[in-house]
T-cell receptor, first 111, second 109 residues
Framework: QKEVEQNSGPLSVPEGAIASLNCTYSDRGSQSFFWYRQYSGKSPELIMF????GDKEDGRFTAQLNKASQYVSLLIRDSQPSDSATYLCAVSGGAGNMLTFGGGTRLMVKP | SQTIHQWPATLVQPVGSPLSLECTVEGTSNPNLYWYRQAAGRGLQLLFY??????ISSEVPQNLSASRPQDRQFILSSKKLLLSDSGFYLC????????FGSGTRLTVV
């Protein structure tokens, strides 16, 4: 059974700091990796995806993928209180394949 | 552009009553569609998925059912709700990753 593991948190960081969110997955055949943000009471929204080993940057967000270690992370630079949310990691085997979600990490950014 | 609509936003239903939640997608054809449930403070639980009209796969045996009467319509139903059916129900369709609807918060009382 495919598993995606995340620390449930809460991860607390001060405003302006770098928040580092981590995710491990069990299926070595996984090819696509996604990060979702979910505010309390709202539906998840896609913030980043990554397919290749290495880093992918989008504004204050950087996704990092290490397939050999089966590890994907999300870095949020200059964290803001508005970044406080639950971050879900999701993994799929490729195009058309279903996503497997982790349980999410709750991030709290304190002013 | 593609959009996904889900309604109602909130619902309070008595135990034993029926349920019908609807999800529609615009701007795409033959999408893969999904129903998820999220209990309070918990992760996403896949309930059903569909790759085409009339094609439904169930991931979790329970008193819920799903139907796909049209290409871009996905319906979640129950004949008799249980207290344990309370939760946040999300419809999603797959493109590059999933796009979720706004969700329905169901409280069974």
């Amino acid at each position: 059974q495919k598993e995606v593991e995340q620390n449930s948190g809460p991860l607390s960081v001060p405003e302006g700091a770098i928040a580092s969110l981590n995710c491990t997955y069990s299926d070595r055949g996984s090819q696509s990796f996604f990060w979702y943000r979910q505010y309390s009471g709202k539906s998840p929204e896609l913030i980043m995806f990554i397919y290749s080993n290495g880093d992918k940057e989008d504004g204050r967000f950087t996704a990092q993928l290490n397939k050999a270690s089966q590890y994907v992370s999300l870095l949020i630079r200059d964290s803001q209180p508005s970044d406080s949310a639950t971050y879900l990691c999701a993994v799929s085997g490729g195009a058309g394949n279903m996503l497997t979600f982790g349980g999410g990490t709750r991030l709290m950014v304190k002013p | 552009s593609q959009t996904i609509h889900q309604w109602p936003a909130t619902l309070v239903q008595p135990v034993g009553s029926p349920l019908s939640l609807e999800c529609t997608v615009e701007g795409t054809s033959n999408p893969n569609l999904y129903w998820y449930r999220q209990a309070a403070g918990r992760g996403l639980q896949l309930l059903f998925y569909s790759v085409g009209i009339g094609q439904i796969s169930s991931e979790v045996p329970q008193n819920l059912s799903a139907s796909r009467p049209q290409d871009r319509q996905f319906i979640l139903s129950s004949k008799k709700l249980l207290l344990s059916d309370s939760g946040f129900y999300l419809c999603a369709w797959s493109s590059n990753g999933y796009t979720f609807g706004s969700g329905t918060r169901l409280t069974v009382v």
